[in-house]
């Protein structure tokens, strides 16, 4: 079952950290599991779903992204390479889907963020929005409030050295 780590901005719980909704013990889609994950979700009233795992990562799993069409959530897909960072050419992308939560998280729209085990890469793009919001140590907080988080050095420099 989904268990979504909350990051607290302002003293809400706005910003939700988790691995991939639907995974099983064994690393493998389960489409009853994501009912019940998705039943979470939606008790959590969470508006927007951030992907970070790449097409590959997906396949692996067995989960298709066609099902979030059928939800009333935003999906969106960001992909990012397991314990990676996002590409040098993805940096323009990458400041439009920073802003794009933080729009959602001004509007108290609770938001998702989730990569395969939801530490390393959901982690990271965690801290970089508590940076744009203009938060002090954002991967300390983002630690103490998830378990693991921000798993490399690379990942960690990406969010110091991040504007």
Same mark, same amino acid.
């Given at each position: 079952?989904l268990? @979504?780590s909350?990051? $607290? &901005?302002?003293k809400?719980?706005l910003?939700g950290v988790?691995?991939?909704?639907g995974?099983n !013990?064994?690393?493998?889609?389960?489409?009853?599991?994501f009912?019940?994950?998705?039943?979470i979700?939606s008790?959590?009233? @969470?508006?927007? &779903?951030?992907?970070?795992?790449?097409? =590959?990562e997906?396949?692996?799993?067995g989960? +298709?992204?066609?099902? #979030?069409s /059928?939800e009333?959530i935003e999906?969106?897909?960001? $992909? @990012?390479? +397991?314990?990676g960072?996002p !590409?040098?050419?993805?940096?323009d992308?990458?400041?439009?889907?920073i !802003?794009?939560?933080?729009?959602? =998280?001004i509007?108290?729209n $609770?938001?998702l &963020?989730?990569c395969? *085990? *939801?530490?390393?890469? !959901? *982690?990271m793009?965690?801290?970089l929005? =508590?940076k744009?919001?203009k938060?002090? +140590?954002t %991967? /300390?907080? %983002?630690?103490?409030?998830?378990v693991?988080?921000?798993?490399t050095?690379?990942?960690?420099?990406f %969010?110091?050295? #991040? &504007?």
């Amino acid at each position: 079952m989904l268990s @979504i780590s909350w990051i $607290p &901005i302002e003293k809400k719980n706005l910003l939700g950290v988790s691995q991939f909704p639907g995974k099983n !013990s064994n690393n493998f889609f389960d489409l009853t599991l994501f009912a019940k994950d998705l039943e979470i979700i939606s008790k959590q009233k @969470i508006k927007l &779903i951030v992907s970070l795992l790449p097409d =590959l990562e997906l396949n692996k799993l067995g989960f +298709d992204d066609f099902i #979030w069409s /059928k939800e009333e959530i935003e999906y969106i897909k960001f $992909p @990012i390479d +397991d314990f990676g960072i996002p !590409s040098n050419n993805k940096f323009d992308e990458l400041k439009e889907l920073i !802003s794009t939560i933080k729009k959602n =998280l001004i509007l108290s729209n $609770p938001v998702l &963020i989730h990569c395969n *085990g *939801g530490k390393g890469r !959901s *982690g990271m793009i965690a801290a970089l929005v =508590l940076k744009a919001m203009k938060e002090k +140590d954002t %991967v /300390k907080k %983002v630690r103490e409030n998830v378990v693991g988080a921000i798993e490399t050095e690379e990942q960690e420099t990406f %969010v110091e050295n #991040w &504007i």
